[in-house]
């Protein structure tokens, strides 16, 4: 049974990524093979010739939105929110800073025209709030909201990362953070999967600001994720079902992916459509019934994410893994390089 600190390595600050490359599939791809633990070092655009003709590759088109506000309190303090999500009655679920400030009633403005309204306080940390003004939230979220880039990426969001901490097939809005391991797509790199006679088909996972959040206790068990609302159309359940009968392969662009086939797993190579909400929290043991191969960025030490990856392609050769991207100078995390475990 591994412990918190069993997810530690060592990485220079500098091997953090703080702007994305200009063209996306030029990012470095490691190569695991789990069998064996033999790597290569390849480069993202060599994606399309490792495919089989007849595996399945799943991507997640959720869209970011630009989910975190600054406004002014009553008495003209900053405060700031992320939005996590939109729910049935119109209202929002939120993180809020400073939160021992922001009690229900608060309201903070953004501009003239809008200000959000705190009507309750939720555990873990969330809030939900409703908007106020003369505008709509998504219009507000428009004028005045920013990419919600990771904490680890030590700049202010600049217009570049509207587009580029956004996958190119992104179209369903309702994601905090990026599904990562999409961004070194490009639709040129796309049609040559399509070219292999491999197939693609889309799922959604909006990212939550769980993502981030970290493992503060030593035994895993303890750990609590944020749920995360995904859907699986009956196209793309279609497709995973038919690709497995004929025993080919599920590629899982990303863990996203990973969490929301298998949560709506009912089999072994069987998965049902439909939307669901995933708490699903992947460490060893567990017994992956859908995904056979994992595209994924680099994730933090001690990162339910870093787990995840480990359980799926293996403690040991995951973390050699890791050390050896270290020492070859990847670059690490959100813009930085990829992986490949098959």
């Known amino acids: 049974m591994h412990r918190l600190s069993d997810f530690d390595y060592n990485l220079p600050p500098e091997q953090i990524a703080q702007h ?15 069998a064996s633990g033999k790597t290569q070092h390849l480069h993202f ?31 003209g303090q900053e405060a700031e929110f992320l939005l996590v999500r939109e729910l049935a009655d119109g209202t929002w679920l ?36 409703r908007f106020a003004g003369t505008i709509t939230a998504r219009a507000t979220l428009e004028r005045y909201g920013e990419v919600p880039l990771p904490p680890y990426i030590r700049r202010p969001p600049d ?16 994601s905090v953070a990026a599904p990562t391991a999409g961004l070194h797509f490009t639709t040129e790199l796309l049609a040559r999967i399509h070219e292999r ?24 068990d303890k750990h609590v994720m944020h749920p995360e609302v995904y859907e699986v159309s009956e196209g793309a359940a279609n497709w995973v079902n038919k690709v497995k009968d004929a025993e080919g392969r599920v590629w899982a662009v990303g863990t996203t992916v990973v969490r929301a ?24 043991p567990f017994d992956f019934n859908i995904v056979d191969r994992l595209i994924t960025n680099f994730h933090l030490p001690r990162s339910t994410l870093l787990m995840l990856v480990c359980t799926f392609g293996g403690y040991e050769r995951v973390m050699e893994a890791y050390r050896e991207a270290v020492r070859e100078g990847y670059r690490f995390y959100s813009y930085g390089d990829a992986m490949l475990i098959i």
């Open 159 to 174: 217009r570049d990362d509207r587009e580029r901490y956004q996958t190119v097939y992104a179209n369903h809005d309702g």
């Open 20 to 34: 994305p490359l200009p063209d996306r599939s030029s990012s470095r791809l490691l190569v695991l093979d789990r």
């Open 261 to 284: 086939l298998e949560s709506a797993a009912v089999a072994r190579g069987r998965i049902r459509p439909g939307p669901g909400e995933t708490s699903l929290f992947i460490r060893s």
């Open 197 to 220: 006679r491999a197939f693609v088909t889309a799922i959604d996972l909006h990212v939550g600001p769980g993502t981030f959040k970290p493992v503060e206790t030593d035994e895993l």
């Open 94 to 129: 939120a993180m809020a800073h400073p939160g021992g400030k922001l009690k229900p009633g608060r309201r903070v403005t953004f501009g003239a025209d809008s200000a959000v309204e705190v009507i309750e306080v939720l555990g873990g940390g969330l809030r939900r709030v």
């Open 45 to 75: 655009r060599d994606l399309p010739e490792l495919i089989p003709p007849g595996d399945l590759l799943v991507i997640n088109t959720s869209r970011v939105i630009p989910a975190r506000l600054h406004g002014k309190r009553e008495g």
